[in-house]
């Protein structure tokens, strides 16, 4: 029985028990951070609940191959719209859920069962989320639900407590890395600084590769980030007000996530710490910055790059909170 999948072995095997034994929850919700896996598990779930063959997925029958394709008559799918290139930029309001709720309670047109899946649920809205409820308590026929969110914690108590909830984790880095490799057919360098880069995450790291305007960016914004650490005060000055004037707020926590990583490799560095680096392909000049700063002034500016993500969030000015942050950085 071929599961599409990397990985995720215990969740394999739960779910595979379920399956085996009859045993179905109404509704399944795995958690985990973006790009780790979540999605794909429940696209496979959903092929096995929908699949005829004895022990499903099969991978030939007419079911499988409507899934793969994205076309089965009955797996009804809800996502939040895609706006830009964030994922959760838009909420998922009312109206496609009771869409959704009201599909599932039609009988099956092809399968023996009705599948809806759930995807980011964590950006629902509270009617949206409430709207969802009862059907999570008794799905009409043997319909079951399969949702996705990051973390539980955005989601309402009473919808956790209604599903089976599968945490999934990133898998080791080596693992992420030959995937790449074999998989995509990227080359070594690449699929190491890529398997780094994602934490173990490997449809984030796919992603990526796919994305060379992102890595690019990425390149630069680490270029200027050198760059500030040697400037004067005036060009600090200048390069927050330019983030702040550029970027919109999705944006601007992107790249202090990025310094974020710069300055913890740092730390570690500095630390001569075992755990790998997550820009591999910087190691040369970290370790050279590492080695002319203390520890405390790494830990300083990247606890200062942190505040300043949670200050952010909580909508003071971007460019003040910027320009206090650069100015602070150590002079190298
Ligand atoms: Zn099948």
């Not at 045993?23 to 598990?41: M, Q």
């Not at 092809?110 to 989320?129: G, I, P, Q, S």
């Not at 400037?231 to 790249?255: C, G, M, T």
Request: aromatic letters at 4%; proline letters at 5%; one cysteine or more.
């Amino acid at each position: 029985m071929p599961w599409n999948l990397l990985g995720h072995e215990s969740a394999l095997a739960l779910l595979r028990r379920d399956l085996a034994q009859d045993r179905l929850r109404h509704a399944y919700l795995f958690v985990g951070p973006e790009g780790v896996g979540k999605r794909t598990l429940a696209t496979e779930l959903a092929r096995a609940l929908l699949c005829e063959d004895a022990a499903p997925p099969c991978d030939h029958c007419r079911h499988c191959a409507l899934v793969a394709r994205g076309a089965h008559p009955d797996l009804l799918t809800v996502a939040p719209a895609i706006s830009g290139k964030r994922v959760r930029a838009e909420k998922i309001r009312i109206e496609p859920v009771r869409q959704l709720i009201y599909d599932l309670s039609l009988k099956p047109i092809e399968a023996k069962r009705r599948v809806a899946c759930l995807l980011n649920f964590d950006a629902a809205n509270a009617e949206a989320m409430n709207a969802l409820l009862k059907t999570l308590e008794e799905p009409p026929g043997n319909a079951i639900l399969l949702l996705t969110a990051e973390s539980a914690d955005e989601l309402l108590l009473t919808i956790v407590s209604r599903c089976e909830v599968i945490a999934l984790r990133p898998l080791p880095l080596a693992v992420v890395r030959d995937a790449l490799i074999t998989r995509w057919l990227i080359p070594h360098d690449q699929a190491e600084l890529l398997a780094h880069l994602s934490g173990g995450r490997l449809g984030w790291a796919v992603r990526l590769a796919q994305d060379a305007e992102a890595l690019e960016e990425r390149s630069r914004r680490l270029d200027e980030v050198q760059q500030l650490l040697s400037a004067p005060r005036l060009a600090r000055f200048q390069y927050a007000e330019k983030l702040a004037r550029e970027s919109n707020l999705d944006r601007v926590q992107a790249i202090l996530e990025l310094w974020q990583s710069f300055w913890r490799d740092v730390l570690l560095a500095g630390a001569q710490a075992t755990v790998p680096l997550t820009n591999l392909d910087r190691q040369a000049v970290i370790r050279q910055i590492a080695g002319r700063l203390s520890p405390q002034a790494a830990h300083q500016t990247l606890q200062a790059i942190r505040r300043t993500g949670e200050l952010l969030a909580r909508n003071v000015n971007a460019r003040l909170a910027l320009e206090t942050l650069l100015l602070d950085w150590p002079r190298l």
